[in-house]
C-alpha cells in the first residue's frame, strides 16, 4: 500500500480520483496527510480525503509516506516539488507545470537531481477514447494525419463566482487560458511531438474580470501538419470534440470534455469513430463516453495508482515543460500578431 500526501488542495481534481483511492482500498493507494497554505481550507477539506492535516509541509514529507500528488495553486508548483524531490518522494504533479519557465526549469532540475520517479497528471492522456485516437494514428491504417482540430471548452461563465477563485489571479494561475489551454496543447504534443511555429488570437468576450476566456490557436510541424485548437470557455454545450483528417480517412470524437458530455445524448451515438476510405460506413470504437466530466476525473484513480505502483510516468517532467513553453509561445504569437517560433526564448520573459 503506497502511503501518499496531498500537498495543496487548490485543485479540486484531487477529490475526484482522491476520492476514488479513499473509498477503493484494491487500488493500493492510502491517503494519510495533506498541507495546505490556507489553514482555513486545510481544516475544511481534508476529511474529504481522510486525510490528516499537516501544519508543515516538512512535516508531512517527514511522516512516512512514500509519494505526494500537488494539488496546489499553480504558483506554488515549483516550490512544492523542490521540496517533495529532496526528500526522495515520487511525486504527482497536476497541471499546469507552472507560470513561468524559469518555475518549469527548477522543477525539471530538482527531479532529475534528485533522482526521484514524477509524473504530470493529465487526464486526455489516460482517457481511453484518446488513447485509442493515438493507436489510430501511430498505426498508419487510416493514412498520414493532414489536419487535426481539437475543440476544448469550459463553461465558465455560468459558474457562479468563478472570477473570484484563484484560477483568475495572476499571481497564482496566470488566467483561464494559461490554466486550461495546457490540456489539449499537452494531448497535441502527446499525439505529434513538438510543432515548429505557433500563431495564435486571444480575446475576454464575456467577464473581464475572467481573462482569456477565448482563443483559437494553429500549431505547424515541419512536415505541414496544421493543428488547430479552439479553446472557448464561455461555451454553454458541445458535441464534437476532435477531429483528424488523414489522406485515407477520418475520426471523430464527441462528448471529449465538460460541456461536451453535459446534455443528454442521442441513444447510440457513437462517442469515438473513424471511417476508412472504401469501407461503407463508420466504425464504432465500442468505447463509451463518460457519463459526466466528472467521471473523467475519477477514472484517473487506476492510471495514477499504476504510476505510484511503479508503472510508467503518464507525462514526463520535460514534456511537462514543453507544454508550458507553447502555452506561452501562443501569448507571444497573439501579442505580436504573428507566427512565432517554439524555440523563441522570449518566453523566459512572460
Known sequence: MKKVGILGLAHGHV???????VAHPEYGV??????????ARLEKEAPRLKAKPFDTVEALLQ????????????????????????AKKDIILYKPMALTMAEADRIVEAVNKNGVRFTMGWQMRVDPQNVKIRE???????????LYRRRHALSTHVWDGFENTWHNDPRLNRD????????????????????????????????PRVVNDNAVILFRYPNGLICEISCCFTCSASEITTEVYLDHGSIQQYFGDNPG?????????????????????????????????????????R????????????????????????VLCCYLAAMGGK????????????
Open 136 to 146: 489510430l494514428i501511430a498505426s498508419g491504417e487510416l493514412g498520414k494525419v493532414c
Open 176 to 207: 483561464i487560458f494559461a490554466d486550461d489551454s495546457s490540456h489539449p496543447i499537452d494531448m497535441m504534443q502527446w499525439l505529434f511531438g513538438m510543432p515548429e511555429s505557433v500563431t495564435c488570437e486571444m480575446s475576454t468576450m464575456v467577464n
Open 261 to 301: 458530455c453535459r446534455l443528454p445524448r442521442i441513444a447510440g451515438m457513437p462517442g469515438l469513430k473513424w471511417y476508412r476510405e472504401g469501407d461503407a460506413d463508420w466504425t464504432d470504437s465500442g468505447i463509451p463516453s463518460p457519463a459526466g466530466h466528472g467521471q473523467r476525473l475519477s477514472d484517473q484513480a
Open 63 to 86: 511522516s512516512g509516506i512514500d509519494a505526494v500528488v500537488v494539488a496546489s495553486e499553480t504558483a506554488y508548483h515549483a516550490e512544492l516539488v523542490e521540496k517533495a524531490a529532496a
Open 303 to 326: 492510471p495514477f495508482a499504476d504510476f505510484l505502483n511503479g508503472g510508467e510516468p503518464i507525462c514526463t517532467a520535460e514534456e511537462g515543460r514543453n507544454d508550458l513553453r507553447l
Open 339 to 350: 507566427r512565432v517560433s517554439v524555440d523563441d526564448d522570449r518566453v523566459y520573459k512572460l
Open 15 to 21: 477529490f475526484a480520483f482522491g476520492g476514488e483511492w
Open 30 to 39: 492510502q491517503i494519510t496527510g495533506a498541507w495546505d497554505h490556507d489553514a
